[in-house]
């Protein structure tokens, strides 16, 4: 018995050197300033929160960590616009858009719609705004602690028909998601959103290379996992939280917190992270089990958490989901079944140019009801391809997408 305990105190000590010595730093994914936007001064506040942001970037440079993007979101986007004309409007989120390139941060103009009860509109000149500008992300809420929001339900619907028709290769839509139960100020786009007096940040790293080294290393053993996880992801977050509370006692504005969420891109793949847990194809049995062990070591993280919190499997943002998807390997209802133990829901989920509105309601309420059911932050980001049918292949432009093989909508 004695022989046998050393042997797995050895296995557990080699398992930790391994993973702690071969896990590379993570990436800062995002960075993301939230202000209020004043459109006589916004050029002014967008320089303020530049700054701040560049601080933080620049802290984090220091330490040995590149950051991907920092990102501005402003007020949600009915009360960015109040007041102007449709053709006012368009013109000033174009020179919002033109400054975004300008000064290297990723803009988002928040929710069109909050409430059941807001005025549609603003869902219909975002749909325009979506189809003509390249940069602006925003969102629409479809649940929230009152309910599932089945009008919004609709008008996203009608967004996402009409901006696959009217947006070169149909790409407009990968800047907008329809979020449910998720609470405001986390860093991730497109649903990251607030409603206060701004000059708050938070962010969230790119994290599945950590995930990928621990589940190398545990060969599937689930409490390994955790324990090793939790530890990799906390070293990092903590780090975060160092820096956001540097930078906030510095400039005055306040750290919100960070999202420990180890999100994915490219080769930094969460789904050839979860194949290495279980020996087989993303999708096969041990699937959940990976995914619930991704999400209960982010949980655990002993940080001030923001956001999802959880586990994000975007279909053509991982390298390898986007094969596996091409493969047909899983499907809508595999996503959906994950996202009960804690992913985001369907994201960058690429569809048929020829389904119907009526068919993305549907998807965007079952994303709704499960999050509302459950009550935990989940999100739809649809990707219709005008066009392309069951079989073809998708043809995106996007350093963050991977092209693959549509299924059938239904």
Not at 27 to 34: D, E, G, L, M, Q
Not at 116 to 145: C, E, F, G, K, Y
Not at 265 to 294: N, P, W
Not at 358 to 371: M, N, P, Q, T
């Amino acid at each position: 018995m004695q022989r046998l305990i050393l042997a797995l105190l050895l296995c557990t000590l080699a398992f930790t050197a391994h993973a702690t010595t071969d896990a590379a730093k993570p990436k800062v994914r995002a960075i993301t300033a939230f202000v209020r936007l004043d459109r006589s001064s916004y050029e002014k506040q967008i320089a303020e929160a530049m700054a701040v942001l560049n601080a933080a970037k620049a802290d984090f440079a220091r330490r040995g960590y590149e950051t991907q993007t920092v990102r501005i979101v402003t007020q949600p986007f009915a009360e960015l616009v109040r007041g102007l004309s449709e053709k006012e409007a368009l013109a000033f989120l174009r020179s919002l858009d033109d400054l975004s390139q300008k000064d290297g941060f990723m803009p988002n103009v928040g929710p069109a719609m909050l409430h059941d009860a807001d005025d549609p509109a603003a869902m219909h000149l975002l749909a325009q705004v979506l189809s003509t500008l390249p940069h602006l992300n925003a969102s629409a809420i479809i649940a929230d602690d009152d309910g599932i929001h089945w009008k919004t339900i609709r008008e996203s619907a009608k967004l996402v028909r009409y901006v696959t028709d009217h947006s070169a290769r149909s790409q407009g839509n990968f800047q907008f998601a329809a979020t449910a139960m998720l609470k405001p100020l986390g860093p991730f786009y497109p649903g990251a959103w607030h409603t206060g007096a701004g000059k708050q940040f938070s962010l969230g790293f790119e994290g599945a290379n950590l995930v990928q080294e621990v589940f190398a290393a545990s060969h599937g053993d689930f409490d390994l996992s955790v324990a090793e996880l939790t530890r990799q992801l906390t070293i990092h977050a903590r780090i975060g939280e160092e820096v956001g509370d540097k930078i906030a006692a510095a400039s005055g504005w306040t750290f919100a917190g960070v999202d420990p969420t180890p999100a994915p891109l490219g080769d930094a793949s969460i789904g050839d992270a979860i194949e290495r847990y279980t020996g087989a194809k993303f999708g096969a049995h041990g699937t959940m089990t990976a995914a619930l062990a991704i999400t209960t070591a982010v949980k655990a993280v002993k940080v001030r958490q923001i956001g999802y919190s959880g586990l994000m499997l975007p279909v053509m943002e991982d390298k390898r989901l986007a094969q596996r998807w091409a493969e047909n390997a899983y499907g809508i209802d595999s996503l959906l079944a994950y996202s009960a133990v804690c992913g985001t829901g369907l994201d960058t989920l690429p569809l048929p140019g020829d389904i119907s509105e009526e068919r993305l309601a549907k998807i965007f309420g079952d994303v709704a009801a499960l999050a509302w059911k459950w009550h935990k932050p989940l999100s739809a980001r649809l990707q219709p391809v005008k066009g392309k049918r069951a079989g073809d292949t998708t043809d995106f432009d996007s350093q963050y997408l991977f092209n693959t093989t549509l299924h059938p909508g239904n």
